[in-house]
């Protein structure tokens, strides 16, 4: 099915469709991203926002009826362990000035998002993760210019890890036994890992999830 999380017409008409036709919803892993790249969403949020948080924020939003008619279910979320770098500015997240500060601040919203989904969801059978895949040799390059990535490409090879290795995490938290029990968290390396203490500000996540709702009009 087509879906666009760059566009959220087409995140609300895909989950139309879905619904529509698919009856079960057991796990959902929010995995697109887009690396810090200074451009527009079709709906005038900067694409790392866009993409990496408000169109997984709009899709999981949309999907939850059909997850907790399902349950236990589980929706994971890929995050970076760079959210580290930068806080959110609630006065800006729009924010798209320095392409790396944009990233980062939307793996931080990752996280909050995640969060805040676990402390809904409790009791109603749907556990949410946040997960750090590692560094892995994707094809994210693909937006930067020729040299950019054959650079990148020789760094990769050298000390990022294959997609395989990356995607072990995510498939721990979406259908291993010993994870069903640990939701909630942030997760590495097939494990809990520590949070700063500025991304496990309870208060920060329950504020982003309601700024959310406002601008993908939800509420």
């Keep these: 099915m087509e879906l666009d999380l760059a566009n959220l017409r087409s995140v609300r008409d895909f989950c139309k469709t879905f619904l529509q036709q698919e009856k079960r919803l057991d796990i959902l892993i929010n995995n697109a991203a887009m690396p810090g790249v200074l451009d527009w969403t079709d709906d005038g949020f900067s694409m790392c926002l866009g993409v990496n948080h408000l169109g997984h924020f709009l899709l999981t939003n949309l999907l939850l009826g059909r997850l907790k008619e399902c349950a236990p279910s589980r929706v994971v979320t890929l995050t970076c362990s760079s959210y580290k770098y930068q806080k959110l500015d609630f006065r800006d997240l729009n924010y798209n000035l320095l392409p790396f500060f944009t990233y980062c601040r939307s793996?931080?919203?990752?996280?909050?998002?995640?969060?805040?989904?676990?402390?809904?969801?409790?009791?109603k059978g749907v556990t949410s993760?946040?997960?750090?895949?590692?560094?892995?040799?994707?094809?994210?390059?693909?937006?930067?210019?020729?040299?950019?990535?054959?650079?990148?490409r020789v760094l990769m090879w050298m000390f990022f890890v294959p997609c395989e290795t990356?995607?072990?995490?995510?498939?721990?938290?979406?259908?291993s036994d010993e994870a069903a029990h640990r939701g909630g968290g942030y997760f590495a390396d097939c494990r809990p890992a520590a949070l700063r203490p500025f991304a496990r500000d309870a208060g920060a996540a329950k504020k982003l999830w309601e700024a959310s709702e406002r601008l993908v009009k939800l509420v």
Aim: net charge positive.
């Design 129 to 152: 993760y946040a997960v750090h895949p590692g560094f892995v040799q994707s094809d994210w390059t693909c937006h930067y210019s020729f040299l950019f990535r054959t650079v990148m």
């Design 107 to 123: 793996k931080l919203a990752n996280v909050y998002f995640s969060q805040e989904l676990g402390r809904l969801m409790q009791g």
């Design 166 to 175: 990356g995607a072990q995490t995510v498939v721990y938290c979406a259908v």
